[in-house]
């Protein structure tokens, strides 16, 4: 099958490539561009492991073809934080052992910089909701939303 | 081990060593591999939940251009191993989903489209989908070999009742002849899954030189070893298998599903091979948790003192007799309770679903939940709060268990005693409103855990260990062997070893890895520590025994001199050689752990619908090394008990096929489920342990079943007694009772 090109531009960085016009965009992301930071929990877009953000858009990058995304900006967990340095939800991430196995955490954390882009102070409630599409069956949330409001309240005092 | 020990590292919340690694994308799980010149595998599964294979025709596949290699169970070398009728069917399917054949396509969906090119012929025959038709006398029967284990005469016809257990202490005669009230009843339980949220998957390579490499997520990389090279008939020291980061488990991860199939697909097609399981597959072909039907009766006297308890257990294995976990069921069933009298009976059926895997405390949710909805219930009769009848009739040090040994010491008092004054139990509930308490038991396990610390010339250590980190075990590890050389933590790294790496361990599994793998540690760094002492012996040219290890240095202790592990490991060269210790344990002395549970949960009576309003977990650590992943296992395990209690199922039609293989319809519990649930970390040091630690991962999904279960009934007035308590199966139970 004649393969489509492509140009985005994928943290920061301009990326071209070839794909089959069934390709989602997580398993270009995956399997074209060896960015794996982006992971697969369901393929149906009800796990949330392979959020992204697409021209600020929180979205899950199993339900977008490849095709779909020329011209488009697109953010994935390889890109939140500098090269020597962890962002703040990264860190909070860490602080408060929010994590377990760790497969949900790239797409919690990308769904957590979409949240507090759009509502720098959520309520414990805002949060779970706006999470509820990531899901983590290790942590039970607890330590995962204390880490949101605590990154969200470090991210209002330096702002 | 003294009572109460000065610890330096031990009880701290380090930041885990693999965690940068999981917060950026860089940690590589069982799907990240990719190699040069790799292909794709894909499994054809049975549509039929119980049909014969009349025949296989796979040539119109072999011949597609994309297609590399196709294998069916003929393809295994060694078709009498162990569960290799689970990896590829022989001659029948038992579950729709049943693996039966497989390609390897030049893409993930060349190879899936050449799936629909293989001509599978089956014989459909009528599907066994419950306990109560599978023990029916009309049953249609599964296996036409299984004669019943554990009967007192060996049965003269198959069934599909693969096993009896019996266990009993005292006299049940006796006992509830001494009761004043008794207290019986049936619970019912669904078929439910792990839920972890990375699928099963692999990268393999066979090489012409007949040595292999398997990268997959897996809780025991020494067992994927051991059962592939049997059904593939190679040598151990040809398989090399490394475990790649895991994407939770939860005895799910146990099992051997892909890797056998995969390896032989890199062999006919002489490239390596990448699988992976879609969320469908997960669902159909992997896990699930046994369905149950379990009967428990219970007598006591008016003051509260239990005389006497008996179970009857009904466990599901799926198709596979022997894969669901009837004798942890029986054996956990009362242990709570110091009762003179006690006995179970369990019974094990085949059913046409997937066969069975461990699932966190497996099969103790099951049978203590229906202990503990009757010891709420008796507590209802008696007038006496639920807490004080537990305390009343509680297991403590020297309790006889029906299963064997008598209990050394544990924290059960301790729990129930903050749970009563927790601040969860003191606060006042509303209309429709309901609260619920349980407790919870559950062995631990210790077994073979193999460490080598390797020291540098630096002075710091890599630790090479050979269980999985499932949830945040090398930041554990490291934590121990600290303490031990009483160096900082930042001074060691932690690494899971391939099975080249290190002798055998045991799987992550049973609660066993801070426990035991944290022994093979603690030994590991004591063996460090006595090497580092004799360097320095030498160096001043005294005794060992005239050696002090202080904080990171040994010292001089019959004349002046420090020198520190940097010093000695910096000369090592010069004085033997390096350095590595290693401990290679069979590690006994794994002590339970005691939970108590509280549940408040408010019911709407219109939809049904539940809300968790607050939830607390108390449960003894013997010593939490890191507390934050303690907390967080205490967590993790009630939210799947809550999910278990609530909502998860499987759901089959009428020809046996599974209706919600997916996280949209089978629905674990997501952040706005839940509130925030309470810790409370009790410990009664293990003495077994250097540092007194108990397992503690899998008791937290045991008390929630019956605390959800008593919370929804007290909000409802009336005795809920099958999970889930879905919205539909309240809102009957409301109308069944109006």
Same mark, same amino acid.
């Given at each position: 099958m004649a393969k489509t090109h492509v140009t985005t531009t994928i943290n920061g960085d301009l990326k071209e490539f070839l794909c089959e016009p069934g390709d989602t965009l997580l398993q270009v992301l995956r399997d074209e561009l060896g960015l794996t930071g982006t992971k697969e929990g369901c393929g149906s877009g009800d796990c949330g492991a392979c959020s992204v953000l697409i021209n600020d858009r929180l979205v899950c990058s199993c339900l977008v073809l490849g095709v779909e995304t020329n011209g488009d900006v697109i953010e994935t967990v390889e890109g939140i934080g500098d090269s020597d340095k962890l962002h703040v939800i990264q860190e909070k991430f860490l602080e408060h052992a929010a994590l377990q196995c760790g497969i949900c955490t790239p797409g919690l954390v990308v769904s957590t910089k979409a949240l507090l882009e759009e509502n720098p102070n959520p309520t414990e409630e805002e949060a779970r909701y706006y999470l509820a599409g990531n899901l983590c069956r290790c942590t039970g949330y607890d330590k995962i939303i204390k880490a949101v409001l605590d990154a969200a309240e470090t991210m209002r005092e330096s702002a | 081990m003294s009572e109460a020990q000065d610890f330096k590292y031990i009880g701290q919340r380090t930041i885990r060593p693999d965690g940068h690694d999981k917060v950026t994308g860089r940690a590589n799980y069982a799907a990240d591999l990719t190699l040069p010149g790799m292909i794709w595998g894909k499994i054809l599964r049975s549509p039929h939940a119980h049909a014969v294979i009349n025949s296989i025709d796979t040539s119109k596949a072999e011949e597609d251009p994309e297609v590399f290699a196709v294998m069916t169970h003929a393809d295994i070398p060694n078709q009498t191993a162990s569960g290799v009728q689970n990896i590829l069917a022989k001659d029948k399917v038992f579950y729709h989903g049943h693996a039966v054949a497989a390609v390897a396509a030049v893409t993930e969906s060349a190879a899936e489209r050449a799936l629909g090119l293989i001509e599978v012929d089956y014989k459909i025959l009528k599907p066994v989908m419950s306990i109560d038709e599978a023990i029916s006398n009309d049953s249609p029967l599964l296996h036409d070999d299984l004669f019943t284990k554990g009967m007192a005469e060996d049965p003269a016809v198959p069934s599909n009742i693969s096993s009896r257990n019996e266990l009993s202490k005292g006299d049940l005669e006796v006992g509830f002849a001494e009761a004043e009230v008794i207290v019986e009843r049936e619970f019912r339980t669904a078929t439910v899954h792990q839920g972890y949220i990375e699928p099963h998957a692999c990268t393999v390579r066979y090489d012409e030189d007949g040595q292999s490499m398997i990268w997959c997520s897996t809780q025991g990389h020494f067992a994927v070893r051991a059962t592939t090279a049997s059904m593939l008939g190679i040598e151990q020291t040809n398989l090399n298998v490394i475990a790649s980061e895991i994407g939770g488990g939860f005895g799910g991860k146990l099992p051997i599903y892909l890797e056998p199939v995969a390896l032989v697909l890199s062999k006919k097609s002489g490239r390596p091979i990448k699988m992976q399981m879609d969320r469908n597959e997960v669902f159909m072909a992997s896990g699930p948790g046994s369905a149950t039907r379990n009967w428990v009766k219970i007598g006591a006297k008016k003051d509260g003192t239990i005389t006497a308890m008996k179970a009857k257990l009904c466990y599901e294995a799926g198709w596979a007799p022997g894969s669901s976990p009837l004798g942890p069921a029986c054996m956990t069933v009362f242990t709570p309770y110091d009762v003179d009298h006690q006995y179970v009976e369990g019974y094990e059926?085949?059913?046409?679903?997937?066969?069975?895997?461990?699932?966190?405390? @497996?099969?103790? @949710?099951? &049978?203590?939940? #229906?202990?503990?909805?009757?010891?709420?219930?008796?507590?209802?009769?008696?007038?006496?709060? @639920?807490?004080?009848?537990?305390?009343?009739?509680?297991?403590?040090?020297?309790?006889?268990?029906?299963?064997? @040994?008598?209990?050394?010491?544990?924290?059960?008092?301790?729990?129930?005693?903050?749970?009563? &004054? &927790?601040?969860?139990?003191?606060? #006042?509930?509303?209309?429709n409103q309901g609260r619920g308490v349980a407790s919870g038991f559950w062995f631990n396990v210790g077994g073979e855990s193999s460490v080598v610390i390797n020291m540098n010339e630096d002075g710091t250590g890599t630790i090479v260990e050979g269980s999985p980190d499932i949830g945040g075990s090398r930041a554990s590890m490291q934590m121990m062997a600290a303490e031990e050389l009483q160096m900082p933590v930042e001074a060691f790294s932690a690494i899971i070893g391939d099975t080249q790496n290190l002798p055998y361990s045991n799987p992550t599994g049973g609660s066993r890895t801070t426990f035991a793998t944290g022994m093979a540690v603690v030994e590991a760094a004591a063996d460090v520590v006595s090497q580092l002492k004799e360097r320095a012996a030498a160096t001043w040219n005294v005794v060992p025994e005239h050696v002090d290890w202080k904080n990171g240095a040994a010292i001089n202790t019959k004349g002046e001199g420090v020198l520190t592990a940097a010093e000695i490991c910096g000369s090592a060269a010069k004085t033997g050689g390096h350095i590595s210790g290693r401990g290679n344990i069979s590690a006994r002395g794994a002590s339970p752990s005691f939970a108590v549970h509280l549940a408040d949960i408010e019911v709407d009576p219109d939809t049904g619908k539940t809300t968790v309003l607050r939830y607390t977990a108390i449960q003894d650590a013997g010593k939490a090394i890191h507390p934050s992943y303690v907390e967080g296992q205490y967590q993790g395990g009630s939210a799947q008990g809550i999910g278990w209690a609530l909502n998860e199922e499987y759901v089959y039609n009428e020809d046996g096929r599974l209706e919600n293989p997916g996280f949209l319809d089978y629905r674990i519990p997501l952040a706005s489920d839940l509130p925030m649930i309470d810790t409370i970390i009790v410990e009664v040091p293990n003495s077994f342990h250097p540092f007194g630690v108990r397992g503690i991962g899998e008791t937290g999904i045991i008390p929630p079943l019956a605390a959800c279960g008593t919370a929804v009934s007290k909000a409802i007035g009336i005795r809920m007694s099958e999970l889930p308590m879905s919205p539909p199966k309240i809102l009957k139970a409301i109308h069944d009772a109006s």
């Open positions: - | 059926v085949v059913v046409n679903k997937a066969r069975c895997a461990a699932y966190r405390a @497996p099969g103790a @949710p099951q &049978s203590e939940y #229906a202990c503990e909805m009757v010891i709420n219930e008796l507590a209802d009769e008696l007038g006496i709060d @639920p807490i004080d009848l537990r305390l009343k009739n509680v297991a403590k040090e020297g309790t006889q268990t029906m299963y064997g @040994p008598k209990l050394k010491a544990v924290g059960l008092v301790e729990c129930l005693e903050a749970a009563k &004054s &927790s601040e969860q139990y003191k606060t #006042a509930l509303k209309d």
